[in-house]
């Protein structure tokens, strides 16, 4: 059974980076599109990103555009979330969740279609 555990998370300034990892055990990465998901102090989680299988096709939520970027290392059985230009609304819990959709040439972000998530990470971006 696959299993996620996130890493990368932690404290940085308006307008730094971070950079999230991913890491997959019990199955290949490779078999599953990959998403990233936030959920801030008091607020609903919501979807921030995905990539597919090959990671030839990747989907962005309008509040990231320009800033975060999803890739994945399938050799390596890991995707990452660089994130960019952060600002003090990214602040929150940040979760990798994998969808097994073999023949989907897109991915979307809706939350209730993955079905393996992480324990998430924390990112605190500081004004």
């Known amino acids: 059974q696959l299993q996620l555990v996130e890493s990368g998370g932690g404290l940085v300034q308006s307008g730094g980076s971070l950079r999230l990892s991913c890491g997959a055990s019990?199955?290949?990465?490779?078999?599953?599109?990959i998403g990233w998901f936030h959920q801030a102090p008091g607020k609903e989680r919501e979807g921030v990103s995905c990539?597919?299988?090959?990671?030839?096709?990747?989907n962005y939520a309008d509040s990231v555009k320009g800033r975060f970027t999803i890739s994945r290392d399938n050799a390596k059985n890991t995707a990452y979330l660089q994130m960019n230009s952060l600002k003090p609304e990214d602040t929150g819990v940040y979760y990798c969740?994998?969808?097994?959709?073999?023949?989907?040439?897109?991915?979307?972000?809706?939350?209730?279609?993955?079905?393996?998530w992480g324990q998430g990470t924390q990112v605190t971006v500081s004004s």
């Open positions: 969740a994998a969808l097994y959709r073999p023949f989907a040439s897109s991915c979307g972000l809706f939350q209730s279609d993955f079905g393996s």
């Open positions: 990539i597919t299988q090959s990671g030839g096709s990747t």
């Open positions: 019990g199955s290949s990465l490779g078999y599953y599109h």
